[in-house]
């Protein structure tokens, strides 16, 4: 396993949002919790990329343990969060805003490198280059949150929510991208609310509710599943 | 690897200087012009510390007083106390106005950087309190403090050139940390913390670095100040001093070096012009009409006179923009 999740527990004060949840992420996987609103989602991923920490229970990445690391040590590891709602830097332009994704890299070759195979995969961000982030669409600050992402060269993306607010056709195209991050070898853990594009290009998936997971599977099976179909999916997803 | 740009601004500042000192040697000015001259160099510094603070890392601060009256003391001791009033000393006292100040600066803002907006504003307010209090009652302590009574025979070391070579230090000190890759993470920081803690910024490192760097230059003009006043008191360093500069690092823009220097040298020019230019029995409307100023200045300038705007050197430089370049060269044709 490539990242390991063992009976983790998170709590705000003693509201507890996550109940003991195990799951992992295999070396080039794309692995998708699902769930409703206050399922615990983004907590989880927050824990993972230790931005908050956890109550009880582990986090492995690749063996070694991080549930105590902190946030710039778990990036250097090559974990990297791509945080729900964007939060791109608004008033610094497109390209500060990913150097400060390879802020933790300082081989400017390697930079250099990233940045090019980030324009290839969002030809877009190129055009807007020296644009403050904050003056670009949804859409376009999805890909550059995304991109910024990239810069660390992770070896694992985590993606809160990648398709909130979009359109959607940009929704289609952001999962396009996803599949494409991960043929080029970078495994992927997505949060999603938008089930049915989740399900469609995850490989395993976990449906989370008020913090425990209440079931999981490979995600063609988890879409087929009548409880998944009525909770999530919708007639949409019952018919794709 | 100095550029035209670097180097015109710097011989027009140092021609400024050159016109200024010659005004003053040759009597041109009165010991009271001079005074307010220097004091004008002393709040650029002293302002320029709470813009890297609240203005770049965007931690609200209602304290900054309190490093300024610490860098002051500090400095007034060494200089009063320890060296009997040796001008030789003058340097050594800064120094220890400055590291005093940071000292403190840093081991204040382990525990209160972590909290925010707010919630920060009124912990460095109560730090600004307990500090004056301090003052107050620290002659309990170290008699030559002088407590609530002051404390004076502070040698007059700070003339004009310390006040404008200090200013021009501490500009060029903020100008090149501001652009160096620490000054990204310090902005990132402002910009959104839970993004830069995403991205692998220790942010609590470049809060707290950004803080030090602040009270070190509100200690340094602390220093200056107190050996141009020569006497010191407790209520120098109150919460209104925090205000004031508050005030003038939000009137300049946060986040731009030349708003901060155009605004502490106007403020103190305005307050000190308007003494001379209003009849006697009106010197009080000083206090209506620089607030007015300010409300009038907020209502057409939203973000401060200068924000997000920089001048010649203060702009981003030609190495940070090379650097840039080298690292996206084809972007950077088309772009």
């Known amino acids: ?240 | 690897m100095l550029s035209r740009r670097i180097l015109l601004p710097a011989a027009a500042a140092l021609a400024v200087f050159v016109v200024l000192q010659t005004a003053i040697s040759a009597e041109l000015l009165n010991a009271y012009q001079i005074t307010i001259l220097t004091y004008a160099c002393i709040f650029v510094t002293y302002a320029l510390g709470l813009n890297v603070i609240y203005g770049y890392n965007g931690q609200f601060s209602l304290g900054h007083a309190a490093f300024y009256g610490i860098g002051a003391y500090a400095s007034a001791l060494v200089t009063k106390i320890v060296f009997q009033g040796n001008p030789l000393s003058f340097p050594l006292a800064l120094a220890a106005g400055v590291a005093t100040a940071a000292a403190i600066g840093y081991l204040i803002g382990l525990p209160i950087l972590r909290l925010r907006s707010d919630y920060l504003g009124i912990a460095t307010l109560g730090f600004g309190i307990m500090v004056k209090v301090l003052f107050d009652n620290a002659d309990k302590v170290i008699p030559a403090m002088g407590g609530a009574r002051g404390l004076t025979g502070i040698p007059k070391l700070t003339s004009f050139a310390w006040a404008f070579f200090a200013a021009a230090a501490a500009v060029i000190l903020v100008r090149n940390l501001i652009y160096s890759s620490h000054g990204r993470a310090i902005v990132s920081v402002r910009e959104d913390e839970i993004a830069a803690d995403a991205m692998g910024i220790n942010t609590t490192k470049y809060k707290t670095l950004a803080f030090v760097v602040g009270s070190g230059l509100a200690g340094l003009a602390g220093g200056l100040y107190a050996h141009l006043y020569v006497f010191l008191h407790p209520s120098n360093f109150d919460f209104l001093k925090s205000v004031d500069v508050l005030m003038v690092v939000v009137l300049g823009g946060l986040g731009s070096m030349t708003g901060t220097i155009i605004a502490a040298v106007g403020w103190v020019f305005l307050l000190e012009g308007l003494r001379i230019v209003l009849p006697q029995e009106f010197l009080d409307w000083r206090m209506v009409i620089y607030p007015l100023v300010m409300i009038i200045v907020m209502i057409l300038r939203p973000r401060g006179l200068m924000g997000g705007i920089e001048l010649g050197p203060l702009k981003p430089g030609k190495v940070v923009r090379r650097l840039k370049a080298a690292l996206v060269p084809a972007s950077g044709k088309e772009a």
Not at chain 1, 14 to 25: E, H, L, M, T, Y
Not at chain 1, 220 to 233: F, G, I, S, T
């Open chain 1, 1 to 240: 396993m490539l990242l390991e999740v063992k009976d983790l527990q998170v709590a705000y004060g003693a509201i507890s949002a996550v109940k003991g949840v195990s799951f992992g992420v295999d070396e080039g996987e794309i692995v998708t919790l699902i769930g409703a609103n206050g399922a615990g989602k983004s907590t989880i991923l927050k824990t993972i990329s230790g931005i908050v920490r956890a109550k009880a229970g582990s986090v492995l990445f690749a063996g070694a343990e991080i549930t105590q690391t902190a946030p710039h040590d778990v990036v250097k590891m090559g974990v990297c969060h791509v945080p729900e709602g964007r939060r791109i830097f608004a008033n610094l332009t497109v390209r500060e805003n990913l150097l400060m994704g390879a802020y933790t890299r300082s081989d400017g070759d390697a930079i250099k490198g990233n940045m090019e195979r980030v324009f290839q995969r969002f030809p877009r961000l190129k055009e807007r280059l020296s644009q403050p982030g904050g003056t670009l669409s949804g859409g376009e600050q999805q890909m550059l949150a995304m991109g910024r992402g990239l810069m660390a060269s992770p070896k694992i993306l985590l993606l809160d929510e990648p398709s909130m607010g979009l359109a959607p056709i940009l929704v289609q195209q952001i999962f396009d991208i996803i599949q494409e991050i991960n043929q080029s070898g970078t495994s992927i853990l997505l949060v999603e609310q938008n089930a049915n594009m989740a399900l469609s290009v995850a490989n395993r998936a976990y449906v989370l509710e008020t913090g425990t997971i209440s079931l999981s599977g490979p995600a063609a099976e988890l879409r087929a599943n009548a409880k998944v179909q009525e909770a999530y999916l919708g007639e949409a997803g019952a018919l794709a």
